[in-house]
């Protein structure tokens, strides 16, 4: 095979890899929001003062159904501890995702950041 002909074939390659990755890139921006949105949903109740309320709640309706002191402290202590999982493995989840260039610009921002943001913004502009 010549060398030009497998210039040819490897510019070839190249340009359906370049289409490739630019198709992969476009569809995991077109998804940043939903993905951000997803989440929000997931992460916010395990944040600290939903997720002390939510397990407070949890514990209070064991007690009130007539659930005997020492299983429900045991019930209560496996929910928290199913709880963290999930949010080690969205944590992990979101590693993976952050690491590609389709992410450049994204970030997560609960609703906390979001509210100390604006006023930023409306103390800069006052």
């Known amino acids: 095979m010549s060398e030009e002909r497998r210039e040819e074939y490897v510019n070839e390659d190249v340009r359906e890899l370049e289409g490739i990755f630019k198709a992969i890139s476009n ?3 077109d998804i940043q929001e939903p993905l ?3 989440i929000e949903t997931l992460i916010g109740p395990i944040r600290g003062d939903r997720f002390g309320e939510e ?3 949890f514990y209070k309706k064991l007690k009130e159904s ?3 002191e020492d299983l429900a402290q ?3 202590l496996e929910y928290f501890d199913k709880r963290m999982k999930i949010l080690d493995a969205l944590g992990s989840l979101g590693g993976i995702l952050s690491k590609g260039p ?4 994204f970030s997560y921002k609960g609703e906390e950041e979001k509210e ?5 913004k ?3 502009e006052g």
């Open 27 to 29: 569809f995991i921006r």
């Open 36 to 38: 951000q949105e997803l």
């Open 55 to 57: 397990l407070a709640e």
């Open 66 to 68: 007539g659930m005997p």
């Open 74 to 76: 045991k019930m209560t």
């Open 102 to 105: 389709w992410m450049q610009g």
């Open 116 to 120: 100390e943001e604006e006023e930023k």
């Open 122 to 124: 409306e103390t800069n």
